[in-house]
């Protein structure tokens, strides 16, 4: 099993700066590839940013391109969310989720994330 544990999210004013992170332990040799997902109040949860666990170039949701920015850190077991120029359209939950062989199937907790206007 794999367990993911979310931190960094708050309060920030519309063109900040947060960066979360996200800690996965367990079997890690089973992670595919991490994503993070955001969910607003009344709409669906949508991917925000996508890494391979080994390599290769990372994927941004077109609304975040620029300006959100995913790596990892592999020897930490750590995923990252640079997220600057945030606007108020960007508060949300934001998960992190681990990719296995059936898509991604495990989830974080959820750290919220508001950007005031």
């Known amino acids: 099993q794999v367990q993911l544990v979310e931190s960094g999210g708050g309060f920030v004013q519309a063109g900040g700066s947060l960066r979360l992170s996200c800690l996965a332990s367990?079997?890690?040799?089973?992670?595919?590839?991490m994503g993070w997902f955001r969910q607003a109040p009344g709409k669906q949860r949508e991917l925000v940013a996508h890494?391979?666990?080994?390599?290769?170039?990372?994927y941004y949701a077109d609304p975040v391109k620029g300006r959100f920015t995913i790596s990892r850190d592999n020897a930490k077991n750590t995923v990252y969310l640079q997220m600057n120029s945030l606007k108020p359209e960007d508060t949300a939950v934001y998960y992190c989720?681990?990719?296995?062989?059936?898509?991604?199937?495990?989830w974080g907790q959820g750290t919220q994330v508001t950007v005031s206007s």
């Open positions: 890494i391979s666990w080994s390599g290769g170039s990372p």
């Open positions: 989720a681990a990719q296995g062989l059936y898509g991604y199937d495990k």
């Open positions: 367990g079997s890690i040799f089973s992670i595919k590839a």
